[in-house]
């Protein structure tokens, strides 16, 4: 009859506690994805520029590499973030185009190639 008791008060304080707060746990709206993805891209875009940045400090790429990662930041990947942050501002349903977050990514892999020298 004790180990019965044992095995009722477990489930009571176990089970069905991660059963009820399972369900109150619900996914963030398409929209909070976007905007924090839109969010992620932007910060992923500025740590390559502060990279860079630091890397030019130390030594490691010269002023013409900095300047490369600066225009190709504010010549490229600028315009099009401030298109996406419009339409957040605006609600409009597409946020974080697939344009943005491959410039993105050729900002950071441009920064890592010169470092891979």
């Known amino acids: ?3 019965l008791r044992l095995i009722f008060v477990s489930f009571v304080f176990f089970v069905v506690p991660s ?3 399972t369900g109150c746990a619900t996914a963030p709206s398409a ?14 875009a500025e ?3 502060a990279t860079a940045a ?8 010269t ?8 225009e190709f930041y504010d010549q490229k990947f600028q315009p099009v973030y401030r298109l996406a942050a419009a339409a957040v501002a605006a609600n409009l349903d597409s946020l974080a185009s697939p ?16 470092t891979a020298k």
């Open 47 to 49: 740590t390559a520029v």
């Open 1 to 3: 009859m004790k180990s």
């Open 54 to 61: 630091h890397l030019y400090a130390a030594g490691t790429i």
């Open 99 to 114: 344009e943005l977050a491959g410039l993105a990514a050729q900002l950071s892999a441009l920064v890592l190639g010169f």
């Open 31 to 44: 929209r909070v994805v976007q905007v924090q993805t839109l969010k992620a891209v932007g910060q992923s």
């Open 63 to 70: 002023a013409a590499q900095l300047r490369t990662v600066a």
């Open 19 to 21: 059963a009820v707060f």
